[in-house]
């Protein structure tokens, strides 16, 4: 098989895909997609996200200090779809979706309770990249369906349908 270079760009995606939520210290939620997102340390568990400045959830990230990490499913296709098209800067997305949140038990920021999986994280970190800033977020606390947990505390993933 003969190989030549491609064009530089994303090709490393994260699998699920994301929602990420948050909320202003004016008490404003809300939600992205983003690109980039992934487990960076198993001890102390930690996740990172990347965010472009020029989004309305950067502010408000950098602001709270803190996000969540909802996985996605199919049921939660339209909302992804929605939320990776259009800002928070113009509309209230998570009230136009009638998307059922609640708040983070540890952190300030919404859950967003269609999702399967709700990981809330507090930022310890952040290292700018180019395009993107990655905030490390130590994972303060895992929600998921009780019946995809197993005896170890450990979510069973082959019960929870991802996106």
């Not at 270079?5 to 404003?28: F, L």
């Amino acid at each position: 098989m003969e190989k030549k270079q491609a064009a530089m760009g994303t090709y490393v995606m994260p699998k699920p895909p994301v929602i990420v939520s948050c909320r202003g210290k004016d008490g404003q939620n809300n939600a992205l997609v983003v690109a980039y997102a992934s487990n960076c340390s198993y001890d102390p568990p930690m996740a990172m996200v990347g965010i472009v400045p020029s989004r309305h959830s950067y502010k408000l990230i950098k602001e709270s200090g803190c996000f969540i990490i909802n996985l996605a499913s199919p049921h939660n296709k339209e909302a992804y779809d929605y939320l990776g098209s259009h800002s928070g800067r113009d509309e209230d997305k998570l009230k136009k979706l009638k998307m059922n949140i609640a708040d983070g038990k540890v952190v300030d920021a919404p859950i967003l309770l269609d999702c399967p999986v709700n990981i809330e994280c507090t930022i310890v970190d952040s290292i700018v990249t180019g395009s993107h800033e990655m905030f490390i977020g130590k994972v303060e606390y895992v929600h998921a369906p009780s019946d995809s947990i197993a005896e170890d505390g450990k979510i069973d993933f082959s019960k929870i349908e991802l996106l």
